[in-house]
């Protein structure tokens, strides 16, 4: 496999990826973004807890697809998200069917 084979494989994965995403953001309330990753969830807590220099933010997901093209599943019950870095949580509109 070449070069140009493994990106276009990439791109279509991406491609693949961010059809699925249209096709499943109306079941979740919430999105969550994180430095390494994005989620969709139903349900979402999240904890700050200061020890030191830096907040560590804990949120817990359950309900969750995860945007991650080389998972085979990107349905999974519970997330739990460990992070010293910003995590933004955004409540997503009612899309009424």
Do not use: C, H
């Amino acid at each position: 496999m070449n070069t140009d084979d493994l990106e276009n494989f990439e791109a279509e994965r991406e491609l693949q990826l961010a059809q699925e995403y249209q096709d499943v953001v109306g079941m979740f309330r919430f999105a969550v973004e994180t430095e390494r990753r994005f989620y969709l969830a139903n349900s979402v807590t999240s904890t700050v807890t200061v020890d030191g220099t830096r907040p560590l933010i804990e949120v817990e997901l359950t309900d969750a697809w995860v945007w991650d093209m080389y998972r085979k599943s990107r349905f999974v019950s519970t997330v739990k998200i460990l992070s010293f870095k910003d995590v933004n949580i955004e409540e997503l509109p009612v899309i009424e069917a």
